[in-house]
Protein backbone atom coordinates (compact mmCIF):
# COMPACT_ATOMS: atom_id res chain seq x y z
CA UNK A 1 0.00 0.00 0.00
CA UNK A 2 1.35 3.55 -1.12
CA UNK A 3 0.32 6.70 0.59
CA UNK A 4 0.83 9.78 -0.90
CA UNK A 5 1.22 13.22 0.68
CA UNK A 6 0.79 16.68 -0.42
CA UNK A 7 1.71 19.86 1.74
CA UNK A 8 3.86 22.43 1.73
CA UNK A 9 7.46 22.08 3.29
CA UNK A 10 9.30 24.92 4.40
CA UNK A 11 12.87 25.44 5.80
CA UNK A 12 12.78 24.75 9.43
CA UNK A 13 13.38 28.59 9.93
CA UNK A 14 10.44 29.76 8.08
CA UNK A 15 7.98 27.32 9.61
CA UNK A 16 9.19 28.26 13.10
CA UNK A 17 8.75 31.79 12.41
CA UNK A 18 5.61 31.63 10.08
CA UNK A 19 2.90 33.61 11.61
CA UNK A 20 5.43 35.87 14.22
CA UNK A 21 4.85 39.41 13.19
CA UNK A 22 6.17 42.38 15.47
CA UNK A 23 3.25 45.51 15.68
CA UNK A 24 4.56 48.03 17.12
CA UNK A 25 2.21 50.67 18.09
CA UNK A 26 3.31 54.24 17.35
CA UNK A 27 1.59 56.57 20.39
CA UNK A 28 0.60 60.02 19.54
CA UNK A 29 3.44 62.85 19.26
CA UNK A 30 6.20 59.72 19.62
CA UNK A 31 8.93 60.40 17.38
CA UNK A 32 9.63 57.67 14.79
CA UNK A 33 13.21 57.02 15.99
CA UNK A 34 11.86 55.82 19.49
CA UNK A 35 9.23 53.72 17.57
CA UNK A 36 12.29 52.26 15.24
CA UNK A 37 14.48 51.68 18.89
CA UNK A 38 11.19 49.49 20.35
CA UNK A 39 10.72 47.63 16.60
CA UNK A 40 14.85 46.72 16.91
CA UNK A 41 14.46 45.86 20.38
CA UNK A 42 11.70 43.20 19.88
CA UNK A 43 13.29 42.02 16.47
CA UNK A 44 16.40 41.29 18.67
CA UNK A 45 14.36 38.89 21.24
CA UNK A 46 12.55 36.85 18.58
CA UNK A 47 16.38 35.75 18.11
CA UNK A 48 15.78 35.63 14.12
CA UNK A 49 19.18 36.98 12.87
CA UNK A 50 20.95 34.90 15.38
CA UNK A 51 19.71 31.43 14.01
CA UNK A 52 20.15 32.82 10.09
CA UNK A 53 23.86 33.38 11.47
CA UNK A 54 24.14 30.28 12.98
CA UNK A 55 22.71 28.39 9.76
CA UNK A 56 25.00 30.20 7.49
CA UNK A 57 27.88 27.55 8.41
CA UNK A 58 27.09 23.74 9.64
CA UNK A 59 28.68 23.08 12.96
CA UNK A 60 29.13 19.98 14.33
CA UNK A 61 27.04 18.85 17.01
CA UNK A 62 30.23 18.15 19.39
CA UNK A 63 31.84 21.55 18.48
CA UNK A 64 28.27 23.13 19.61
CA UNK A 65 28.69 21.41 22.76
CA UNK A 66 31.81 22.18 23.67
CA UNK A 67 30.90 25.94 23.03
CA UNK A 68 27.99 25.47 25.79
CA UNK A 69 30.29 23.92 28.49
CA UNK A 70 33.20 26.37 27.45
CA UNK A 71 30.42 28.88 28.28
CA UNK A 72 29.12 27.68 31.34
CA UNK A 73 32.35 27.16 33.01
CA UNK A 74 32.66 31.19 32.02
CA UNK A 75 30.03 32.07 33.63
CA UNK A 76 30.13 29.91 36.79
CA UNK A 77 33.34 31.51 37.38
CA UNK A 78 32.18 34.60 37.19
CA UNK A 79 29.32 33.73 40.05
CA UNK A 80 32.27 32.57 42.49
CA UNK A 81 34.39 35.91 41.69
CA UNK A 82 30.98 37.90 42.65
CA UNK A 83 30.30 35.78 45.98
Avoid: W
Wanted: charge should be positive.
Amino acid sequence: MIFKTKYLTLPSLERRYLGIMIIINVKDGESLDKALKRFKKKFEKTGVLRELRSRQAFEKKSVTRRHVVKHAIYKQGMNIETV
